[in-house]
C-alpha cells in the first residue's frame, strides 16, 4: 500500500524559538545558465583587460566589441539551435565573419571572398610578430591585426563551446570552454609580468571557479563554497610563491625566432 | 573519473603550463585547483566517519492524514558537515539541509523534526535514515546509513461521521439498538444490565435495582448480540484500489457510530465470527488495527455469514456494486448497502447516508427486498 507524506522539519521540541535546520533549495536550470554566461563574460573581460596590456594603444573597442559578439553567441546560440540546429550553424558561422571585421579586415575583403589576401596578409602579421616589441607600438598593420585576431579567435572558441554544449554541461566541455579563456589571460601575462602576479591568480581563480561552480552550489550551500574557495585561493597564494622557478623550463621563446630568420 | 579527479587533474594541468611558460599567473589557479581536487575527497570521507544519523519514531500508530512526528538526530564528528542531504524514508523526499562547515564549533547534536501525514492505511515499515554528505561545490558525495533500527507505522483507517441524507433514516437508526420484540423468545441467558428502552416487557426490568435506587434498567440476553446491528465488510473488487479503502473507512466510521450508540458487531472478510464492539469501545483499538490492515482485490475472501441467523440490522459494505444475494435473504428489519460513491446502485433506491466516501441505501424490510431481488431478477 503506497502512501504519500507530507514533510516538514521543525526545530527539536522545548527549542520552538530556534530556527530549523535550514532546507536548501537547488538552483534552477535557466539560473543556472545565467551564472554561467556571467562568468564567462566576466572571464572575457578579464583576458581583455590583459590582452590591452600587450599594445602602447590598446585597441580598447574592437576588444570588446569581440567579446560583446563572444557573449552575445554564448547566450544566443542556445536560443536558436533550439529553433533549428542549420540556422544555429549559420549563425555562428556568422558570428565569425562579424569577429573577422571587428578585428580589422575590411569588410569588402570579407564580402567579395578574398582569401588569398586575408591569408597573405595574416602570414605576413604572423612572420613579423616574434620582432614585435612587446608592448606594441602597433605600428604594422598586418601585426596588429593578428593581436587581435588572437582574442577573437579564443573568444569565439569558447563561445561557440559553451553555446553548443548548453544541455549537459559536463566538467569537461567546462574545462574545454576554460581553457582559450585561460589562454587569454595567460598569454600576456606570460609576455609581460605583471606587478601583482599571485594577485592577478587570484583574480583568476576566483573567475575560474565561478564558471565551473557558479550554477552548481545550492542557494544555502553559497557561504560555504565562497569561503572553501576564499581558503584554497589564500593557501595557493602561499604557497604559489616558493613554487614558481620566475623562469620557464625551456625557453620557448627562442623556438619561434630561428624558424622565422 | 569522479569529478573531484578531474578537478585536481586540471590544477595539474594548469600548473604544468604555468612551470612550462613561466605563467606566474597561472600559479594561484593551478594549486588552488589541485589543492580542492585533491584534499575534497578526504574531508568528506573523514567527515562521514563521524556522522551519524538516528529516527525516533513517537509513535507506532497513526490515522490517515494524520500527522506523526519523528526526531531526527545528526551528531556530526569534529570535522564538521558540508552539504547534508537527508535520505529518510520516512519523508520520502531528500531532505537537504544547510552545512555546517565550521570544524570544532557549533553543537555536534543537531535536532530535528518531521512532521509526516500518510494519506493511505496500511504497515509500513520504515529503513533507519542516511546521511549523503558532499562538499559544498558538489564534487564529492559519500553516503553514510543509519544507526537506528527500522521502524514499523500502522496507518490506521479514517472515520468520519455519518451525514444522513433522509431524516427518517437516521432516527431509524437511532432506535437501532437491539429491540425487545424481536428478541429471540428463548434467550434466558442474563448477561447484565443496561438502561431501561421503552417498549421492553416488564419481566425484563430489574426491579431489584430500581429498588437500590439505581434507576430504571432492563435484564440484557444473551441473544442480544445477534440482534444488533451487524456492520459486513466485503472488500472484493477488481477496480482500483481507492473503492476498497473508502469501503473500509466507511465500515469503521459506521462501527463506531454504531457501537457508540449501543453497539454493534463488525463481521471482516475472511472472519466467521463478528467481532462486538459495545459502547464503552474496549475492542474499537484492536478493530481498527484489523481494518487497516485488510487486503482487498479480486482475490479477497467473502464474507462468511448467513444473515438469516442474524436478527438485528445489517450495513452491508461492498468495495463493488452488484446487490449481495445474502443480503435478500435475510430478515432484518433494516438492510443496508453501502457502496463507494462511484459505484452505481443496481437498483433505484434512495440514498440514506454518506460517510468516507460511500452511501448508504436503505433496502428496507424483507418484503422490500423481495421487490428489490424480483427487479434485480
Known amino acids: 500500500m503506497s502512501s504519500g507524506a507530507q514533510v516538514a522539519l521543525l526545530p527539536p521540541r522545548g527549542a520552538e524559538r530556534k530556527r ?16 554561467r554566461l556571467v562568468a564567462f563574460a566576466a572571464l572575457g573581460f578579464y583576458g581583455v583587460l590583459r590582452w590591452e596590456t600587450l599594445f602602447t594603444r590598446p585597441p580598447a573597442a574592437r576588444l570588446l566589441g569581440l567579446l560583446a559578439l563572444a557573449v552575445l553567441l554564448a547566450w544566443g546560440g542556445p536560443v536558436v539551435a533550439r529553433r533549428s540546429r542549420l540556422l544555429a550553424a549559420g549563425a555562428a558561422v556568422l558570428a565569425v565573419l562579424v569577429g573577422l571585421a571587428i578585428a580589422g579586415i575590411p569588410v569588402a575583403w570579407i564580402f567579395h571572398a578574398r582569401i588569398a589576401v586575408i591569408a597573405s596578409g595574416i602570414e605576413a602579421g604572423i612572420s613579423a610578430l616574434p620582432r614585435n616589441p612587446v608592448p606594441s607600438p602597433g605600428g604594422g598593420r598586418w601585426v596588429s591585426l593578428v593581436m587581435v585576431l588572437g582574442p577573437a579567435i579564443l573568444l569565439l572558441d569558447a563561445a561557440a563551446l559553451l553555446a553548443f554544449a548548453q544541455t549537459g554541461m559536463g566538467q569537461l566541455r567546462r574545462a574545454a570552454v576554460l581553457l582559450p579563456l585561460v589562454a587569454l589571460i595567460a598569454v600576456p601575462t606570460t609576455m609581460l609580468r605583471p606587478k601583482f602576479a599571485y594577485l592577478d591568480g587570484v583574480i583568476l581563480f576566483a573567475l575560474v571557479a565561478a564558471f565551473l561552480w557558479g550554477d552548481r552550489v545550492q542557494v544555502g550551500h553559497r557561504a560555504s563554497a565562497l569561503g572553501l574557495c576564499a581558503l584554497a585561493a589564500v593557501g595557493a597564494m602561499v604557497i604559489a610563491p616558493a613554487l614558481d622557478p620566475g623562469k620557464p623550463l625551456f625557453d620557448y621563446r627562442g623556438i619561434g625566432v630561428p624558424c622565422s630568420r | 573519473m569522479s569529478r573531484a579527479g578531474g ?26 585547483l589541485a589543492v580542492v581536487g585533491g584534499l575534497m575527497p578526504l574531508w568528506i570521507w573523514l567527515a562521514a566517519r563521524g556522522t551519524t544519523a538516528s529516527r525516533v519514531l513517537h509513535d507506532d500508530r497513526v490515522v490517515e492524514d494524520q500527522p506523526i512526528e519523528a526526531t531526527i538526530q545528526i551528531r556530526r564528528g569534529p570535522l564538521g558537515l558540508a552539504g547534508v542531504e537527508l535520505l529518510d524514508p520516512l519523508a520520502r523526499d531528500v531532505v ?44 564529492v558525495r559519500v553516503v553514510r546509513p543509519g544507526i537506528s533500527l527500522s521502524e514499523e507505522l ?7 461521521r455519518v451525514r444522513w441524507v433522509r431524516r427518517d433514516a437516521g432516527e431509524r437508526l437511532d432506535s437501532l439498538a437491539p429491540h425487545a420484540s424481536i428478541e429471540s423468545l428463548a434467550s434466558t441467558e442474563v ?70 450508540r ?48 442474524r436478527l438485528g440490522d445489517i450495513f452491508y459494505v461492498a468495495a463493488e456494486g452488484g446487490l449481495p444475494p445474502a443480503l435478500l435473504r435475510g430478515d432484518q428489519r433494516v438492510a443496508v448497502l453501502v457502496l463507494p460513491e462511484e459505484v452505481a446502485f443496481p437498483a433505484r433506491n434512495a440514498i440514506s447516508f454518506e460517510v468516507s466516501g460511500c452511501r448508504g441505501y436503505l433496502i428496507g424490510s424483507s418484503a422490500g427486498r423481495s421487490r428489490i431481488r424480483e427487479r434485480a431478477a
Open chain 2, 262 to 309: 449501543a453497539g454493534c458487531d463488525l463481521l471482516l472478510p475472511g472472519e466467521r465470527r463478528p467481532v462486538h464492539i459495545d459502547g464503552e469501545l474496549g475492542a474499537w483499538p484492536g478493530t481498527h488495527a484489523r481494518l487497516a490492515l485488510i487486503e482487498g482485490g479480486p482475490d479477497a475472501p467473502p464474507p462468511s455469514f448467513d444473515p438469516r441467523s
Open chain 2, 7 to 32: 578537478i585536481a587533474l586540471l590544477g595539474a594541468i594548469v600548473l604544468v603550463a604555468a612551470y612550462v611558460f613561466d605563467a606566474s599567473v597561472l600559479f594561484v589557479p593551478g594549486i588552488a
Open chain 2, 96 to 139: 537537504t539541509l544547510r552545512p555546517w562547515v565550521v570544524p570544532l564549533a557549533g553543537g555536534r547534536l543537531i535536532e530535528a523534526r518531521i512532521v509526516a501525514r500518510f494519506s493511505r492505511r496500511g504497515r509500513h515499515r520504515f529503513e533507519p535514515p542516511a546521511l549523503a554528505l558532499s562538499d559544498p561545490l558538489g564534487l
Open chain 1, 20 to 35: 530549523p535546520p535550514a532546507i536548501a533549495r537547488v538552483g534552477d536550470a535557466e539560473g543556472g545558465m545565467r551564472i
Open chain 2, 191 to 260: 448477561d447484565g444490565l443496561r438502561p431501561y428502552r421503552p417498549g421492553t416487557p416488564a419481566s425484563r426490568i430489574s426491579w431489584t435495582a430500581l429498588a437500590r435506587g439505581a434507576g430504571l434498567l432492563e435484564r440484557r440476553l444473551r441473544t442480544d448480540r445477534e440482534s444488533g446491528p451487524l456492520v459486513v465488510l466485503d472488500v472484493r473488487c477488481s477496480g482500483p484500489t481507492e473503492r476498497v479503502d473508502a469501503a473500509v473507512r466507511a465500515a469503521a466510521s459506521l462501527t463506531l457510530e454504531l457501537a457508540r
Open chain 2, 154 to 160: 500502522l496507518v490506521l483507517p479514517r472515520t468520519e
